[in-house]
């Protein structure tokens, strides 16, 4: 079993609507959560860092963490064709980050 | 966040060739900087660990004295590929950490090998 778990998608949906993206994990060492939104061809972009379960909003992005389920979330309000990017999720202990393989979500005018 | 500046964007070279890429942290003092490889639809998988002042940490499967480190000043870290051949052909990118453990990019740079 691979430590982080991502579905790759492809995940397409209409803009405005509500998009969820999740990770899964299974070293319970995991301390800190992050997502990274990356466009095409460039550098991954921090969106959220978190590091206790429970949801931490910012704008349109809330990110979700529960760690008894080692389990977490990214959800996207009032998606727009903007927000049309891989998504990655990353998990950090011990100065070490491990990343997901990234959703690839499009959102369509 | 910490201001990551890479270059280049894109490079194509022939096969065989070396190529460097540089890695600039903008309004940072970084003592560490990482250095990770994509390939299409993959994650980001982590090369090495330039230290600023000394040895770079490679990463199990890295071959080191293929892709060349060097991090001499607290604002800059380089990375060479030598004698470069088509299936080093990948997007590289480099990060800065900050103190919360926060991981800021570079844009990457596409190198294209023939």
């Known amino acids: 079993q691979k430590e982080v778990e991502q579905d790759p998608g492809p995940l397409s949906v209409p803009e405005g609507a509500i998009v969820s993206l999740n990770c899964t994990y299974s070293?319970?060492?995991?301390?800190?959560f992050m997502w990274y939104r990356q466009y095409s061809r460039k550098g991954p972009e921090l969106l959220m860092y978190t590091y206790s379960s429970g949801n931490k909003e910012d704008g349109r992005f809330t990110a979700q963490v529960d760690k008894s389920s080692k389990y977490i979330s990214l959800f996207i309000r009032d998606s727009q064709p903007s927000d049309s990017a891989t998504y990655l999720c990353a998990l950090g202990s011990n100065y070490k980050l491990t990343f997901g393989k990234g959703t690839l979500l499009t959102v369509n005018p | 966040g910490a201001v990551v500046s890479q270059h280049p964007s894109r490079v194509i070279c022939k096969s065989g060739t070396s190529v460097k890429i540089e890695c600039r942290s903008l309004?940072?003092?970084?003592?560490?900087m990482f250095w990770y490889r994509q390939f299409p639809k993959q994650s980001l998988m982590l090369m090495a660990t330039?230290?600023?002042?000394?040895?770079?940490?490679?990463e199990q499967g890295v071959e080191k004295d293929k892709f060349l480190i060097n991090h001499a000043s607290l604002t800059l870290s380089t990375l060479t590929v030598t004698s470069a051949h088509p299936e080093d052909s990948s997007f590289y990118i480099c990060?800065?950490?900050?103190?919360?453990?926060?991981?800021?990019f570079g844009s990457g740079t596409q190198l294209s090998v023939l």
């Open positions: 990060s800065v950490r900050e103190v919360n453990e926060k991981l800021f």
């Open positions: 070293n319970s060492a995991f301390q800190y």
């Open positions: 309004d940072f003092q970084a003592t560490t």
């Open positions: 330039s230290n600023e002042g000394s040895k770079a940490t490679y």
